[in-house]
């Protein structure tokens, strides 16, 4: 196992495209590092895999993403999280920092009424992990967890200002609101899209974006173990690498490229990027 | 190649469980055959990869069903019909019939007013299929198209009777019936559930359901080729196989199953069946 460097790049793992909220939070957060972001949208959605198949295809992405020698890996995914992150914790030669840790402790600290929501996909919310997470912090909250597989595909669609995306924000949470819910876990990286529509609903819900918390959990591990890269001051504020390399970079790989995730990029991700590529899953499988 | 025999079973292969209401349809009109379906439930949606991802998968998942030596390969998916029928037909030894052909043979028989809807996935939509093959039947229709990613979760929600859900069609299909569409292809699997909640809305509209359409396709060809096998009157009418085997039997093999995967089989498979299993994805791709 080498030595981690503050020079090496943090890699970041999504089943697909909505890790890419996670990863807008962490390219603002710390624009001195550079980024590889694998999305395996050739076999994305893990939330409807079996837990075994997640684990699987986890350790594959993983492993692919240590090739390109990273300091640490942000589980840019509430499903990978949820299945595969301690296990990963384990097994990997470089720190792990998944979503769902992050959330919890967010929630905790900011709710008045001890009355929590999370939402996620069916597979985050059967896992469990939102509600051990934040019980392990503070075992006197009441959790109310819902599961709101129609939320991805409306998003995908762009139906976030839909007068029919209120109804269905209505099917799903009208029954936390009723229960005095104060704050709300938007457990699935795609839901900070949802913010505004949710506010317009239910003002008064506190919301918990997991990818802004993430964010400042890596920037807090990378202090702590002195692998932090200070962007120079007088680099651009976009993102993108320059000639005196003042500024990190973002390199996106997918297993899969369709025109259909190339606009979900657009819609996920704020800032620009030095190359997006296609990579072949047989190259992982071995 | 070996000669193809009536005794063989029917290959039934979907991307995931949709197919299972295909495999409804011929059982009820195919009761002496016997019946392997094979759902790659472990890389569900193809609709959102990449034409050359479905292919491979496609070759994979009918290779598989080959083992079994199948008279007939059913393509109940309606991805895989757009991206991949006339390279499998082309490829294996034996007949393959997809939905697309007969969901369009069926409106372009029905239409009155010559002007005809087409739903289904993004994919499918894009692909162009329905309209090239409704085209070749009859170039004077006047064809609108619309793509409904949100319909499938719907479903799996098992939201068919919700009000929102009515909503989430007026979205889809307003534009289309204004146009004074008369008929609709149901160009997806999973959308004969909808059937109902379409009706309730747009009661004048005629429904063509490429299931049933498939199923007495699939009939035609196989009395045309002699490869029927009737099934004996005394049996019982379950599709159950019996001792004297005068009925035929349905297995059904998943490459992942999980506890949502199995109430998806009950919303959209309305026979008995033999055996459930799961098959691993490696031993597809060798």
């Known amino acids: 196992m080498s030595e981690l460097k503050p020079s090496s790049p ?13 990863l807008s939070e962490l390219v603002s957060a710390l624009p001195g590092e550079d980024f590889v972001y694998l999305g395996d949208t050739a076999r994305v959605p893990y939330g409807s895999r ?39 914790r384990e097994e990997l030669p470089c720190p792990v920092i998944g979503v769902i840790h992050p959330g919890a ?3 905790v600290a900011q709710s ?29 909250l ?20 839909k007068k029919v995306t209120g109804q269905i924000l209505q099917e799903y949470l009208s029954e936390m609101v009723r229960e005095d819910v104060d704050s709300l876990v938007l457990g699935c990286t795609h839901y900070p899209l949802l913010k505004k529509a949710i506010k317009d609903q239910y003002p008064e819900l506190k919301l918990i ?43 996106i790989l997918l297993t899969d490229i ?3 995730i190339e606009s979900l990029e ?16 047989d190259d992982m499988t071995r």
């Open 10 to 22: 943090i890699g970041v793992f999504d089943s697909g495209m909505g890790g890419l909220t996670v």
């Open 50 to 88: 079996s837990p075994g198949t997640i684990l699987r295809y986890s350790r594959e992405v993983s492993e692919y993403l240590l090739r390109f020698d990273i300091k640490l890996l942000v589980i840019a995914c509430n499903t990978v999280s949820a299945h595969a992150e301690s296990i990963l």
């Open 105 to 107: 402790r967010a929630v």
């Open 112 to 140: 008045r009424t001890g009355r929590v929501g999370v939402i996620g996909t069916r597979s985050t919310i059967k896992s469990g992990a939102y509600e051990r997470e934040i019980r392990r912090l503070n075992s006197d």
């Open 142 to 161: 009441s959790i109310f967890s819902k599961a709101c597989p129609l939320l991805v595909p409306v998003i995908e669609e762009g139906w976030m200002d």
């Open 209 to 251: 974006d997991s990818s802004v918390e993430t964010a400042r959990a890596v920037k807090q591990q990378l202090e702590e173990r002195e692998l932090l890269r200070e962007a120079s001051e007088s680099g651009p504020t976009s993102g993108l690498k320059t000639d005196n390399g003042n500024r990190g970079s973002v390199r």
């Open 258 to 260: 369709t025109d259909h």
């Open 266 to 281: 657009r819609l996920f991700f704020r800032h620009p990027f030095q190359s997006l590529e296609e990579i072949q899953i």
